[in-house]
């Protein structure tokens, strides 16, 4: 009875506290960034939700106020005293304008990607435009460098990240050509001119190269009929035109095309793409590289780009390109010659083989056959909520973090979501994150974590805590069904999400070393290790359920094979991605300054003995947009995802495995909290407890060390 009664009693008590908020104040029920500020306080951080312009005059505004501000900052260094400097009064100087300017292009970017007003989207659009130039102009700043060489001249005895700060910066500045006399200075940045030039000249190419391919019905046998009822494909009686320069209609032709003469046809053209316009540009492209490269005391045009990347050097990227090309021969070797069978049985010769024109049918005829996962059904197992939800359970418990929504003072859309990490463990606020989940008009259209506010040791000593956004495009919910994510999906918001949390949890002194603002042949790693997660079935588990029936797990023969269809063919994929790697390399080696280049002769040999054979007259790297933006850059994916497999044995030696508590607080620890402050390579070996190794990464795509050299090591066409 004594149940009774207090349950009555919690029944009035619960009642009257409904009703003494006024209608209306639902919302405020949430907690506000404000409730944080005094646990803010307390560990001398500051929390901070943006102030968003709401006109497009106020942003052209705040961007003109940041870029002033900045000027004034810039102006005053350029004005001390040369006998006076001092590291605070430089360098630090120095990062502290470009972080503030920063912040408030990152604004823009925001409002330029979300904003649901055209006209505010145009606005910080130029807001962005103007801020990029201004930018580039502080490396000319001479009465800027000045200064700085003048604290740097008095070789200051700095240690850690204040001396990382000090070489960094004004390695920046040697990059830049301020170390060399006016009339070579005057040259750099010409060259640097006209290549940027080159840069857009070759982009359009690549944009603006057509190539429609007729073929006859019987000749696209096998192809999906989908194709066949899309817009602009029947152009005759039995005429279809394919474009080889549209994405899907090249990729679906060769995945499906029975016929070889088909699919060669339709890949000569593709791989021939802008060969005209851009063999020429890019020529022209390589000679200026090599002649900055060669001014500024590099080697070669690669030295100078992997520089300030964990790879160092061009040698360096190249070792390690090369040595995970023999480490996946074996299984690249297996795979082609499983697809020669296959090829073999379809043409009746048993001497064929396989060719660059046809790895994506057979792996398409491989995947269908052995591997067939439906991943429309799939989807009923990923309701957006439930994949959240079970996403923030994971990584709260694993890195000792609390996410709690709060409410948003200013919301660019109703479905806007706001969030405050704190450390689980002592309350102290971390930082805050916005979700914006949902695709919509005018909208930026892939998934990314942006950086609104970044990471940094303030001048009063306050410690800046980060504000980063999720900007998504998932499946919406419609009205009879929720928001059902597929599996990639799924795997997308795993990784950008570990971007969130290494920009969140930082503590980095410095704006420049915050974050993610790490080498960009490392920042992918930390989030692609993540992607292991939701191919765990014990990890799965905590969140995938059939929304209809949350008693149905996925089962785990589907969970098997879907690991099974990646390892497939994965040799051929990795040297598919080797090759580029490796071309890109090549064409910014060291070459003679006078010498002209011929691009393709250098590229197209190593496309055929990496990966597959080619045809001769095809021109690759015409159509490759790498080439301008990745240039000497593209071997970055492949080693981030071999840095990323060695710091998944961490989890995977741990006791909870992927959920390990103890490895999740490490890698916070370990790399999302240094950022950039010290060398990542030190980061990752103290996270690894070891050195560094590729050994993991050739396991995980099927690579059992122990049988690895079994066959001689003949060169696989
Ligand atoms: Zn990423």
């Not at 990059?175 to 009339?183: H, I, N, T, V, Y």
């Amino acid at each position: 009875m004594k149940h009774f009664y207090l349950s009555i009693l919690q029944g009035i008590l619960a009642l009257t506290l409904t009703l003494v908020p006024p209608v209306g104040l639902r919302a405020a029920e949430l907690k506000t960034v404000d409730d944080f500020r005094a646990a803010a306080a307390k560990a001398n951080a500051i929390l901070k939700v943006p102030d968003w312009e709401q006109t497009p005059e106020a942003v052209d505004a705040a961007m003109k106020d940041a870029i002033a501000t900045a000027n004034k900052a810039l102006d005053e260094i350029g004005a001390q005293d040369l006998g006076k400097v001092t590291f605070k009064s430089t360098i630090v100087a120095l990062d502290d304008l470009t972080y503030q300017a920063g912040n408030a292009a990152n604004k823009a970017t925001i409002i330029k990607e979300t904003s649901t007003n055209e006209k505010m989207r145009t606005a910080a659009e130029n807001a962005v435009k103007v801020f990029q130039d201004w930018v580039v102009g502080i490396d000319y700043r001479e009465d800027v460098y000045k200064a700085l060489k003048a604290f740097a001249d008095t070789n200051p005895k700095l240690s850690g990240e204040d001396a990382k700060l000090l070489f960094e910066t004004m390695r920046d500045y040697r990059r830049a050509g301020l170390g060399l006399p006016p009339e070579k200075r005057k040259e750099v940045e010409q060259l640097r001119k006209e290549l940027s030039k080159l840069g857009t000249d070759f982009d359009t190419n690549i944009v603006n190269a057509q190539a429609p391919v007729v073929f006859t019905k019987a000749e696209l046998d096998g192809v999906p009929e989908s194709l066949f009822a899309s817009p602009g494909i029947k152009t005759g009686e039995d005429a279809y035109t394919v474009k080889a320069n549209v994405t899907w209609q090249f990729i679906m032709v060769e995945e499906n095309a029975k016929s070889e003469a088909t699919r060669k046809k339709l890949y000569v053209v593709h791989d021939s793409l802008a060969k005209d316009t851009n063999v020429s540009v890019l020529n022209q492209m390589l000679t200026l590289r090599n002649k900055i490269a060669l001014l500024l005391g590099y080697k070669s045009w690669d030295d100078f780009q992997t520089e300030i990347k964990m790879a160092k050097s061009g040698a360096g990227a190249k070792s390690y390109i090369d040595r995970l090309i023999s480490g996946v021969q074996p299984k690249f070797d297996a795979e082609v010659f499983t697809m020669q069978k296959m090829k073999a049985a379809d043409t009746s010769d048993p001497n064929t083989k396989i060719d660059v024109w046809d790895w994506r049918y057979y792996d398409n005829q491989l995947k269908k056959q052995k591997y067939a996962v439906d991943k429309e059904a799939l989807r009923n197992y990923f309701p957006f909520q439930n994949v959240l939800d079970g996403m923030f359970a994971i990584y709260q418990s694993i890195f000792g973090l609390k996410f709690e929504k709060i409410a948003a003072p200013y919301k660019w859309i109703d479905d806007l979501q706001l969030y405050l990490v704190t450390d689980s463990a002592t309350g102290e606020p971390l930082g805050v994150f916005y979700l914006d989940m949902f695709p919509r008009e005018g909208k930026f259209n892939h998934f990314a974590e942006f950086e609104i506010i970044g990471g940094k040791l303030l001048s009063d000593g306050k410690y800046q805590r980060p504000t980063v956004a999720l900007l998504c495009n998932f499946p919406p919910p419609s009205a009879d069904k929720p928001s059902l994510m597929t599996h990639s999906d799924v795997e997308t918001l795993f990784h950008e999400f570990g971007h969130a949390l290494h920009s969140i949890t930082t503590r980095a002194k410095y704006g420049r070393f915050a974050g993610t603002h790490v080498p960009g042949d490392f920042v992918e790693a930390p989030s692609q290790m993540l992607q292991n997660w939701v191919w765990d079935k014990k990890v799965l588990d905590t969140f995938a359920a059939d929304y209809r029936d949350q008693s149905k797990k996925i089962p785990a023969e589907i969970v098997k094979k879907m690991n099974d269809a990646k390892l497939a063919t994965a040799g051929v994929f990795y040297r598919r991605q080797f090759a580029f790697a490796s071309l890109d390399l090549a064409l910014h080696n060291s070459h003679p300054e006078d010498a002209p280049y011929d691009c393709v002769a250098i590229s197209n040999p190593i496309l055929e003995k990496v990966f597959l054979p080619i045809d001769p007259r095809t021109t690759f790297v015409s159509y490759f947009g790498h080439l301008n933006g990745y240039d000497a850059g593209y071997y970055g994916y492949a080693w981030a995802d071999a840095i990323a497999a060695d710091m998944a044995t961490v989890f995977e030696k741990a006791k909870g495995g992927y959920l390990d508590r103890q490895a999740g607080l490490k890698l916070r620890r370990e790399i999302y909290e240094e950022g950039d402050s010290r060398d990542v390579t030190v980061s990752i070996e103290r996270f690894l407890g070891r050195k560094q190794s590729i050994q993991p990464f050739l396991k995980k795509i099927g690579i059992d060390d122990k049988n690895t050299p079994a066959r001689p090591s003949s060169e696989t066409k």
